[in-house]
């Protein structure tokens, strides 16, 4: 595989390794990003574990109201989300706060185009943390890769209701995007079981899904159809 800094020392060749050795893209299958916007007979937790149980493959925390001068309000809350993902073996990262990361012993950090730089993300993270960037261009991929980004978020592939400014993404964009980089890519936005088998063919290797999961009947056994749809998507490629 092409390195992603150019010439790199043995040192950072070895750091790379070492960051790989604990993320797979394999773990991007079914990931699911929280939202508090459906919880009500359940609680942001018992939502969480029941998209375990159905086979959710990463979760990530992502809390709108969270800034890094109240991170204590959300760190118990954190620190049991962490202890169930590491339950269920699948990794824990945090929307746009690694100070939050850091203190709940989340697996990393997801950063948007509007937070803080990727570069400088990855410098506070050091070397063996998941960085998820943002990625809506084939120029913003390049360089959240070049910047030391693991994975890439890119969408809104099917519009999306979490987020009022995200503007669509074609089919085509997301192949760009996915053709142009040696790092995996995840697609996000409006993703749900009617729509899920549409992502045949992009590159993605996984969904990350919101609503499509959180906003479920039965949690469970919609993150189980979605998992199931979303392999059979990846071996009919």
């Known amino acids: ?18 960051r790989n050795m604990k993320f797979d893209k394999s773990q991007l299958l079914i990931y699911a990003v929280t939202d508090r916007s459906w919880t009500g007979s359940m609680s942001l937790y018992e939502q969480t574990e029941a998209a375990l149980k ?4 990463m979760v990530q925390l992502r809390e709108k109201g ?6 204590e309000e959300y760190l118990e809350e954190a620190k049991k989300m962490r202890a169930l993902t590491e339950k269920y073996n699948v990794p824990l990262l945090i929307d746009d706060n690694i100070k939050l990361a850091g203190l709940c012993g989340a697996d ?13 993300a990855r410098k506070l993270l050091g070397p063996n943390k998941i960085l998820g960037v943002t990625a809506k261009t084939v ?18 592939v099917f519009g999306t209701s979490t987020k009022k400014d995200a503007r669509p993404m074609t089919m085509e964009q997301l192949q760009a995007i996915c053709a142009s980089v040696s790092i ?3 697609a996000i936005g409006g993703i749900c079981l009617d729509n899920i088998e549409k992502l045949k063919g992009s590159g993605a290797v996984g969904a990350a899904i919101v609503s499509g999961i959180f906003a479920a009947q039965d949690i469970e056994a919609t993150t189980r159809e979605l998992r199931e749809k979303m392999e059979r998507n990846l071996l009919e490629k």
């Open 1 to 18: 595989k092409a390195c992603k800094h150019g010439f790199t020392s043995g040192h950072e060749q070895t750091q790379e390794r070492e």
């Open 54 to 57: 159905g086979g959710a493959t």
């Open 66 to 71: 969270l800034r890094d001068d109240n991170v």
């Open 108 to 120: 990393g950090v997801h950063v948007g185009q509007n937070d803080m730089d990727a570069g400088l």
């Open 139 to 156: 120029e913003q991929a390049l360089k959240a890769q070049s910047q030391g980004a693991d994975y890439l978020g890119s969408g809104a």
């Open 184 to 186: 995996p890519v995840v």
